[in-house]
C-alpha cells in the first residue's frame, strides 16, 4: 500500500487501490476504511464541515459489519442533513470506543501523549471531535466527570465509576436470549420470517420474539415496550406495502415499526435495520443514514442477517451456526 491523502480529511493514510469506480482508503481519522466515488468527492471538497460526522458515518458502517463503507453523493446529503452530536453522545460512544478496542483491568490508553497517534485520530472519528484539541477537551471532560484519571506518565486509565459506565456500554440491552422482531405482520413476509429472520436468530444462539405470536390480555403497546426490554437486540424490518397509481409508487410505511426502532435506541438496546430491496427507497430518510440489511429472498436475508448478529451483537457460547 502507498502513503496517500484521506479523501475526508487529507491527511495521510493508507491507499487501499480501487474498486469499480470507487477509490479505496484505510484512514485512522476517518474512522477507518472506506470507499468514495467521484462525484461524492466533488460534493465533499465543497463540503469540509461535515467531515466529523462523515468520520462517525464510517465509524457506525464498521460497527454494522461493513468492511468498506461507500461513500456517494446520496450518503453525502444525508450525513449533511443529521445533527450534530450532542456531549453525552460524544461521552457514550468514548465509552462504546473501549468496548470496540478490547479495553480491560491493566490497560492504560496513551491519549495524552506529546504527540496525537494512530489511536487518538480514531478516536476523535468515533467522537465526531472536528479538531484533535476536541478530543482532549472531551477527555478533561471524562476526568472532570470521575470517569478517567491520568498517570503521572501521561497515560490515562478508567476509574472504578468508568469501569461501571463501561459495562453499562458493553452489554446493551437486557442478559437474555431473546431477540425482538419488529416488521409488518402480513402474509406476505411469513416465509421471510420463518426462514429468514427467525433461523437467523436461531442460528447465532438467540430465541426470535414476535408480539402477534404473543398470548396476552393487556394493553399491545405495553407488551411491546416490555418484550423489548427483556430483549438482548431487536431486529426492525421496514418492509412495506407499495401502491402503484398512474405510473407512480407510494409506500404505505410500517408505523409501528418506526416507532418500535425509536424506542430502542432511545433506551440503548442494540437494533438490527432491515429492509426488502424493492422497498429500501421508500426508507423514511431520517433513518436512510443506518447500515440496513437489504435482502430480496428468506435464505439471502437468513445468511445476511446471521453475519450481522455476530459481527455485532456476538453469538450465544454453543450456537448452532448456519450450515454451509
Not at 213 to 221: A, M, V, W
Request: proline fraction near 4%; glycine fraction near 10%; include cysteine.
Amino acid at each position: 500500500m502507498m502513503k496517500n491523502l484521506c479523501a475526508i480529511w487529507q491527511t495521510p493514510c493508507e491507499e487501499a487501490g480501487r474498486s469499480g469506480d470507487a477509490d479505496q482508503f484505510n484512514s485512522a481519522r476517518a474512522g477507518g476504511k472506506y470507499e468514495i466515488v467521484g462525484t461524492a468527492k466533488t460534493l465533499l471538497s465543497t463540503r469540509s464541515a461535515i467531515r466529523s460526522r462523515l468520520s462517525t458515518w464510517v465509524v457506525d458502517q464498521h460497527r454494522f459489519g461493513i468492511e468498506w463503507p461507500a461513500i456517494t453523493s446520496n450518503v453525502i446529503h444525508e450525513v449533511e442533513a443529521r445533527r450534530f452530536l450532542r456531549v453525552s453522545e460524544k461521552i457514550e460512544r468514548f465509552f462504546q470506543y473501549l468496548v470496540a478496542d478490547g479495553y480491560g483491568l491493566g490497560r492504560e490508553f496513551e491519549f495524552y501523549g506529546p504527540k496525537p497517534d494512530d489511536a487518538l485520530a480514531n478516536l476523535a472519528a468515533w467522537t465526531e471531535c472536528e479538531t484533535i484539541e476536541g478530543v482532549y477537551a472531551l477527555l478533561n471532560l471524562l476526568r472532570d466527570a470521575g470517569f478517567i484519571l491520568t498517570t503521572k506518565f501521561g497515560h490515562s486509565r478508567l476509574t472504578p465509576e468508568g469501569f461501571s459506565r463501561l459495562e453499562q456500554v458493553g452489554l446493551g440491552g437486557a442478559p437474555t436470549t431473546q431477540a425482538f422482531v419488529a416488521m409488518w405482520f402480513n402474509d406476505k413476509l411469513q416465509e421471510a420470517y420463518d426462514e429468514g429472520f427467525a433461523k437467523a436468530i436461531s442460528a447465532a444462539g438467540y430465541r426470535s420474539m414476535r408480539i402477534d405470536r404473543k398470548e396476552h390480555s393487556g394493553k399491545i403497546d405495553d407488551e411491546i415496550i416490555a418484550e423489548i426490554k427483556k430483549s438482548r437486540f431487536v431486529v426492525a424490518d421496514f418492509t412495506c406495502d407499495i401502491l402503484v397509481n398512474g405510473g407512480a409508487s407510494h409506500a404505505i410505511a410500517r408505523g409501528g415499526v418506526y416507532y418500535e426502532a425509536g424506542f430502542t435506541q432511545g433506551i440503548g438496546t442494540p437494533l438490527i435495520w432491515s429492509v426488502r430491496s424493492d422497498c429500501i427507497e421508500h426508507v423514511h430518510f431520517d433513518t436512510r443514514q443506518y447500515a440496513h440489511i437489504v435482502w430480496d429472498r428468506p435464505d439471502d436475508l437468513r445468511k445476511k442477517l446471521y453475519n450481522r448478529i455476530a459481527a455485532v451483537i456476538g453469538e450465544v457460547p454453543g450456537a448452532p451456526g448456519l450450515p454451509p
